[in-house]
């Protein structure tokens, strides 16, 4: 098992944490390329449109959601090297990558993408990719946005959770000479729950842990994706150990975030 990062080592560090939740809809979601997108994405399984949804406009644009929070986590105006956008319910513009347009609405010009179709999952996996990138030295200030949005305009094949309200947490990360996160992600293993507990014992008894629903968080969770990411944001300010961690039980993937 790799050691927690260690004190010395460079790394990235969340700096700033915000969360906000959101109601109503987006014009977007009345837009008529997202029926035929969603028709053409889901004819190859048989599964039916939620035309309610669709017809009565639910949904919301994630580069709209993510637009104020962002102004808000980056109201000094340094420049950002890098910007992740990730997600698991569909944006209702998927057309448009809304990474892209954040990226060009912050300051700086940033390398931006989005990471989907990990689940829960796909947090972790864009704090890795940060942390990651920053270790190029190409990266000393990445923001990593997560939202998530209610309406999923077809039928799953399985039941899947859907938040109650659309929601985005910005997290801000910057280049730390003292030490910085460590994302760990496995999958396959025996006893998630037990793996977690390993991991937060490196931290030390004084940690904060914080798990998702699949680790026996919150059930059901109001807010599947996020809801996770906002009990992190009001730890951030008490500059404490951390270990956050969830458990996608569909891709049995367990990742876990570590601040030292």
Do not use: K
């Amino acid at each position: 098992m790799p050691a927690a990062a260690s004190a010395h080592r460079p790394g990235l560090r969340i700096t700033r944490a915000l969360a906000r939740r959101f109601d109503g809809r987006s014009p977007a979601s009345l837009d008529p390329d997202l029926r035929v997108f969603v028709s053409d994405l889901v004819r190859p399984y048989g599964l039916p449109l939620r035309e309610d949804l669709l017809g009565e406009g639910a949904g919301h644009s994630y580069e709209e959601l993510a637009a104020g929070p962002l102004r808000e986590a980056l109201a000094d105006g340094e420049p950002v090297d890098l910007l992740i956008l990730a997600f698991d319910t569909p944006d209702v513009r998927p057309g448009a990558p809304s990474s892209l347009a954040l990226g060009r609405a912050v300051p700086g010009s940033p390398l931006a993408f989005a990471i989907c179709d990990q689940g829960t999952a796909a947090a972790f996996t864009a704090l890795r990719l940060a942390a990651a990138h920053h270790a190029t030295g190409s990266c000393r200030r990445a923001v990593v946005v997560l939202a998530e949005q209610t309406a999923l305009h077809h039928e799953p094949p399985e039941p899947v959770p859907l938040p109650e309200r659309h929601a985005v947490v910005v997290l801000v990360c910057e280049h730390d000479p003292a030490g910085g996160l460590e994302v760990r992600q496995a999958r396959g293993v025996d006893d998630p729950a037990r793996t977690v507990r390993g991991w937060a014992e490196e931290l030390g008894p004084g940690a904060a842990v914080l798990l998702d629903a699949g680790l026996g968080g919150e059930r059901p969770p109001a807010q599947p994706f996020t809801g996770l990411w906002a009990l992190l944001a009001e730890q951030v300010p008490r500059q404490r150990p951390v270990l956050a961690a969830g458990y996608d039980r569909r891709l049995g993937v367990v990742s876990a975030l570590m601040l030292p």
